[in-house]
C-alpha cells in the first residue's frame, strides 16, 4: 500500500477533461514538490509535471498540475486516446527519508 | 545524444546476486545524482534508491537496504546497482533515472528486467 494514494482507474471520452488525485501528508507532498509521470506499456516512463505543476518542454499545455496541503492534482483536458496509460506522482518524504511514487491511476479513453 | 541504456539483467536463484549496469550518455554524467527505479510485473513503480554525482552519498529503499547497493563511476559515465541475497519480490524492471533534484526524474533507461526464480 502506497503512502501516496492515487484512484486505481480513471475514465473519459475524447476532449473531455479528467483528473488524476494524489493524497499524502504533511512528510511529503505537505512539505515537498510533486511529479507526476505517465507510462505507456513497454515504454521507459516519462516525466510530465514536475515541481507541482511545471512542464518539461515538449509537453503539451493540455497536462496542468496542481498542489493544495497535502494532495496534488493532475489534469488532462482535451482528452486524446493517446494519453492511454498508467499515471504516478511522485515525491520525496522526509520523515522515511525517501523517495515515494503513488500506487499509479489507470487513464483509460473511451 | 542523451540517454541512458541499462544492461545487466537476467534470471538469478533466489539468494543469488547480480549486477545490472546503465550507461549514460549527452551530458554532463557527474553533476547529476542518479536512481534506480523498479516496476514488479502488474505493480506500480518502486523507488529503490539514488546516489549523489560524486557517488559519496547513496539513500535506499527499506526493502533493499543492505542487500543492495548503488554506485558509480564518473570516468566510465556509468552507474551500478549491485544486488545481493536477491528474493521472489524483487523480479522486476529496473529502470535507471536521473534525477534533477527532488525526485523529478527527467531521463530514463529502456529497462532492465530482473526474475529471481529458481
Known sequence: QSVLTQPPS????????????CSGSSSNIGSNTVNWFQHLPGTAPKLLIYSNSQRPSGVPDRFSGSKSGTSASLAISGLQSEDEADYYCAGRDDSLNAVLFGGGTKLTVL | QVQLVESGGGLVKPGGSLRLSCAASGFRFSDYFMAWIRQPPGK????????????IST????????????????????????????RADDTAFYYCARDLATADFDLWGQGALVTVSS
Not at chain 1, 10 to 21: A, H
Not at chain 2, 44 to 55: D, N, R
Not at chain 2, 77 to 84: A, D, E, G, I, W
Open chain 2, 44 to 55: 506500480g513503480l518502486e523507488w529503490v534508491g539514488y546516489i549523489s554525482g560524486s557517488g
Open chain 2, 59 to 86: 539513500y535506499y529503499a527499506d526493502s533493499v537496504q543492505g542487500r543492495f547497493t548503488i554506485s558509480r563511476d564518473n570516468a566510465k559515465t556509468s552507474v551500478y546497482l549491485q544486488m545481493h541475497r536477491l
Open chain 1, 10 to 21: 480513471v475514465s473519459g471520452t475524447p476532449g473531455q477533461r479528467v483528473i488524476i488525485s
